[in-house]
């Protein structure tokens, strides 16, 4: 018998990571509703990588879709893959990269905290970091905050500051690695296919999409999940680009472009064939505009003086022989 919780599907993008064993046991062992906890695990693992072996958890928790990491084609798309292969309309969503660490009861903790705010509401930060091999978290109580730092190559960058929160704090700024709010809202905002090998603008991206469709972030005021920061131990899907050759810098560019397109960055001009499938879909809601966020937000002058054209322009030279 379920209890009043509702079911929590735990979306995870892993490549080549060992440390999605013991992330997928941390936060089974310290939930407190165990029955209620589905793990969904996109693997993206070489010949050489160890077998994953997740028989601690109860099979029907556990939905596992295991690729070659030669197919991979990014975080935006490997969460889009988990959340049409996966998951199936459990109540709750949380997003987690595959190297994290939690508190114990967690998952009432993440429940209550957004049971305290409306049903358009998304739970979202960068964690505080946790140490490899090690069992002790941290302890402080102050929250990282989100903050827009710089745009860089013609994608806003996020960096984040210290504040101690009584209650969760209305932001406008969501990221990727920690987000947790009702199942629901993503069909509203769905994950895009459409944004192969792309990184940096998937913080941006949503974060904008979130806005326009009248979808509220928040950061939480108590320290629930801690990430791995560093990415010395394990490989990362960057290592694609000496193996799939100017194909890794395409699905960049081409989703770059839709970036562009979709945040009314730069009018891409005789691009947008190539990049315009299914914007209505994926793109952003009528709720409020573009330019409401750039200007409540604080980017409006930034991506004004941005250079736009150069950037896309000199993209374009590198790879015209292979497009």
Known sequence: MKNILGDIFISIACYRDPEVIPTVKDAYDKSKYKKNIIFGVYAQMSDEDKNLDFSFIPEKQMRL???????????????????????????????????????????????????????????????????????????????????????????????????????????????????????????????????????????FLMSLRFYTHGIKIFTPHKNVVFTLWTRDYRHTFWELKNIIGSKFEIYGFLSFLRLCEIGKLYDIGFFKEKISKELEKYGVGSKKSCEDYYKISGLSEFIKNENYEKIISNIYLSLKNDL
């Open 65 to 203: 879709m295991v690729k070659s990491n030669i197919r991979a084609r990014g975080p935006t798309y490997a969460r889009y893959l988990i959340y049409e292969k996966l998951y199936k309309n459990e109540m709750y969503y949380l997003q987690i990269d595959s190297h994290t660490r939690f508190v114990e009861n967690w998952d009432e903790e993440l429940v209550n905290m957004l049971h305290s705010l409306k049903a358009n509401s998304v739970i979202s930060t960068y964690p505080r970091g946790y140490h490899l091999n090690s069992n002790n978290l941290p302890t402080e109580k102050s929250m990282n905050v989100l903050k827009f730092k710089k745009i860089r190559n013609g994608i806003p960058i996020l960096t984040s500051f210290v504040e101690t929160l009584n209650e969760p704090k209305r932001n406008l700024f969501w990221a990727a690695g920690y987000s947790f709010c009702y199942g629901a809202i993503f069909k509203f905002v769905p994950f895009d296919p459409h944004l192969k090998n792309i990184f940096w603008g998937e913080e």
